[in-house]
């Protein structure tokens, strides 16, 4: 099992920046994925932004790209996301996941989950 644990989330105002991390602990692949995704009270969980196992591919939503830059460290097992130039429209629970071999945008084929940090971006 793999055990993912979010952090860096908090109250900033619009225009600052924040950075999360993700740290995996536990059984771990040797060739995995990491992603991002987020979710706002009523609405669905979405993409955010991924990277794959090698940290030679990334992607992003529309909504984010140019602003947040995702990164991983294998050496210590985390992943991070920086957020910079936030918006109102940002906030939500971050939640890191985990998922064998490539890089993936879709939630449903991610295997392990972090239980989240919220984010809250004020005007």
């Known amino acids: 099992q793999v055990q993912l644990v979010e952090s860096g989330g908090g109250l900033v105002q619009t225009g600052g920046s924040l950075r999360l991390s993700c740290a995996a602990s536990?059984?771990?692949?040797?060739?995995?994925?990491m992603g991002w995704f987020r979710q706002a009270p009523g609405k669905e969980r979405e993409f955010v932004a991924a990277i794959d196992w090698s940290a030679t591919s990334t992607a992003y939503a529309d909504s984010v790209k140019g602003r947040f830059t995702i990164s991983r460290d294998n050496a210590k097992n985390t992943m991070y996301l920086q957020m910079n130039s936030l918006e109102p429209e940002d906030t939500a629970v971050y939640y890191c996941a985990v998922k064998r071999l490539g890089l993936n945008i879709s939630p449903q084929n991610y295997d392990y989950w972090g239980q989240g940090t919220q984010v809250t971006v004020s005007s």
């Open positions: 536990g059984r771990t692949f040797s060739s995995y994925s």
